[in-house]
């Protein structure tokens, strides 16, 4: 059964700063995978998708990676904002033609100003 | 992107009662629709799967009788939460897609609040 884990639980940096947040899967057969951003209460969004044949994904400050072989994906999010300050969440798809996902317990960032 | 409503957003009921929450695909078919549910400060985990014209597919640990999951047309899955109790209330997601998308799209999720 696949599992997902992600490091650090919570993390916190001064606005501007660089950063990157890990996801590892236990299942190297994992399908796609998906970041998502989740706002106190609120529900998801969707940031990045890397497909199963990619290896990341951009969109404007974000880049995401995947490494199947070594069971890891990354988020990167450069020149962090106040408004980054969310919880971060990714979750893998367990096959082709399959919709079901696997959720880490998300890493909660928060961006000082 | 497809686009997923669920309604309601948050409800609040009393302890014994019934609640139905709906999730919609409203530009697109989707013959598997996912149930999730959120305890605070953890991570969502998959309850259901809906599947439309046939019976759901409970995870395991999940009850079915408490959870009525029905998904009687392509674009609409209903979980009705029976009996309520106070550890019943959660944050209750769906999900739907299919094979023209190569990912899921959520709903907005329901917060549900038993007293």
């Known amino acids: 059964k696949q599992e997902v884990t992600q490091i650090p639980a919570a993390l916190s940096v001064p606005e501007g700063e660089n950063l990157v947040l890990n996801c590892s899967f236990t299942d190297s057969a994992i399908y796609n995978l998906q970041w998502f951003r989740q706002d106190p209460g609120k529900g998801l969004t969707s940031l990045l998708l890397i497909q199963s044949s990619q290896r990341e994904q951009t969109s404007g400050r974000l880049n995401a990676s995947l490494d199947k072989s070594s069971g890891r994906s990354t988020l990167y999010i450069a020149a962090s904002q106040p408004g980054d300050s969310a919880t971060y969440l990714c979750?893998?798809?367990?096959?082709?033609?399959?919709?079901?996902?696997?959720f880490g317990k998300g890493t909660k960032l928060s961006v000082i100003p | 992107g497809a686009v997923v409503s669920q309604h309601p957003s948050w409800v609040i009921c009393k302890s014994g009662t019934s609640v139905k929450i709906e999730c919609r695909s409203l530009d697109f078919q989707a013959t598997t629709m996912f149930w999730y549910r959120q305890f605070p400060k953890q991570s969502l985990m998959l309850m259901a799967t809906?599947?439309?014209?046939?019976?759901?597919?409970?995870e395991q640990g999940v009850e079915k009788d408490k959870f009525l999951i029905n998904h009687a047309s392509l674009t609409l899955s209903t979980l009705t939460v029976t009996s309520a109790h106070p550890e019943d209330s959660s944050f209750y997601i769906c999900?739907?897609?299919?094979?023209?998308?190569?990912?899921?799209?959520f709903g907005q999720g329901t917060r549900l609040t038993v007293v």
């Open positions: 999900s739907a897609s299919n094979v023209m998308n190569t990912e899921a799209f």
């Open positions: 979750a893998g798809y367990s096959g082709a033609g399959s919709y079901q996902l696997t």
């Open positions: 809906s599947n439309e014209g046939s019976k759901a597919t409970y």
